[in-house]
């Protein structure tokens, strides 16, 4: 799951995936459209190196500029009735028990609540984003909501995660999203999360449709975030996954880095 989809805000121009050792590739999409490449591999070998280079345009909807007009989507809201219908898999709770917990978290630290359903989201990212600690993690999962909230940090899949679980409970459709960062830029207000995947949220707002979240870095719509996929859950989400003949001892572990650097427009 390494190439994005085009769009209106994400153009492909080029994209080259180098499997060695040689692989041959069937190529499908996954119920949420996602492009998927399965590999699949003749002759044995020791090493799997993956590389994925892609040379894209982002582009983005300043929201903030638009909070103004009949569009706008207040909140509280209610979705129509082809959205709940279409939408129904996103709004509930993925851990139910997680409930109670959430409840008391955001009636403690997201206490200020706008009217406007744009900027209720963008104030609960930052929440998120003030009160826990962020922390990098190389084991694989996604802590729950309840676990991001006992421990008070995380990892940017876990703020998404939890950033989800706290939008559906005000009723809104939350996704996972999964991608890369661009932290070209250094100093004190660097971005984190970078240099690996990194992962934020959608939430559908009317009027406006799907609308990016990053609560790592208190980012909305932001060009720095590089869409590749988006799923219902974050275990949906696995960049690389597959299986190997072989013992566990015989593993010698895994390798992962990402290079995100802004180049010339060919226009």
């Given at each position: 799951?390494?190439?994005?989809?085009?769009?209106?805000?994400?153009?492909?121009?080029?994209?080259?995936?180098?499997?060695?050792?040689?692989?041959?590739?069937?190529?499908?999409?996954?119920?949420?459209?996602?492009?998927?490449a399965e590999a699949?591999?003749?002759?044995?070998?020791?090493?799997?190196?993956?590389?994925?280079?892609?040379?894209?345009?982002?582009?983005?909807?300043?929201?903030?500029?638009?909070?103004?007009?009949?569009?706008?989507?207040?909140?509280?809201?209610?979705?129509?009735?082809?959205?709940?219908?279409?939408?129904?898999?996103?709004?509930?709770?993925?851990?139910?028990?997680?409930?109670?917990?959430?409840?008391?978290?955001?009636?403690?630290?997201?206490?200020?609540?706008?009217?406007?359903?744009?900027?209720?989201?963008?104030?609960?990212?930052?929440?998120?984003?003030?009160?826990?600690?962020?922390?990098?993690?190389?084991?694989?999962?996604?802590?729950?909501?309840?676990?991001?909230?006992?421990?008070?940090?995380?990892?940017?899949?876990?703020?998404?995660?939890?950033?989800?679980?706290?939008?559906?409970?005000?009723?809104?459709?939350?996704?996972?999203?999964?991608?890369?960062?661009?932290?070209?830029?250094?100093?004190?207000?660097?971005?984190?999360?970078?240099?690996?995947?990194?992962?934020?949220?959608?939430?559908?707002?009317?009027?406006?449709?799907w609308v990016e979240?990053?609560?790592?870095?208190?980012?909305?719509?932001?060009?720095?975030?590089?869409?590749?996929?988006?799923?219902?859950?974050?275990?949906?989400?696995?960049?690389?996954?597959?299986?190997?003949?072989?013992?566990?001892?015989?593993?010698?572990?895994?390798?992962?880095?990402?290079?995100?650097?802004?180049?010339?427009?060919?226009?």
């Open positions: 799951m390494l190439r994005p989809r085009d769009g209106h805000d994400l153009w492909v121009d080029d994209a080259f995936l180098t499997i060695r050792p040689k692989a041959s590739l069937r190529w499908y999409f996954d119920t949420f459209g996602n492009s998927i699949t591999f003749t002759e044995p070998a020791n090493r799997l190196v993956i590389e994925s280079e892609l040379v894209l345009r982002r582009y983005v909807t300043e929201f903030m500029s638009r909070q103004d007009g009949p569009h706008v989507c207040p909140y509280p809201f209610t979705y129509s009735k082809d959205e709940a219908r279409d939408l129904f898999p996103y709004i509930g709770l993925e851990n139910e028990h997680d409930a109670g917990t959430l409840d008391d978290w955001l009636n403690a630290h997201f206490t200020e609540r706008p009217d406007g359903a744009f900027l209720f989201l963008r104030r609960l990212s930052h929440a998120i984003h003030r009160e826990l600690g962020y922390s990098s993690r190389d084991e694989m999962g996604t802590q729950t909501a309840g676990e991001t909230i006992a421990r008070g940090e995380g990892t940017c899949r876990d703020f998404a995660f939890l950033f989800m679980e706290a939008t559906r409970r005000f009723g809104f459709a939350a996704r996972f999203v999964t991608g890369y960062l661009n932290d070209s830029v250094g100093g004190p207000d660097a971005p984190v999360g970078g240099g690996a995947t990194h992962a934020w949220a959608d939430v559908f707002v009317p009027g406006e449709g979240f990053d609560p790592t870095n208190r980012i909305t719509a932001g060009s720095a975030l590089i869409r590749v996929a988006t799923t219902r859950t974050p275990a949906q989400a696995s960049p690389v996954s597959g299986s190997y003949d072989g013992t566990e001892a015989s593993f010698l572990g895994l390798s992962v880095s990402v290079d995100v650097r802004e180049v010339d427009s060919p226009d």
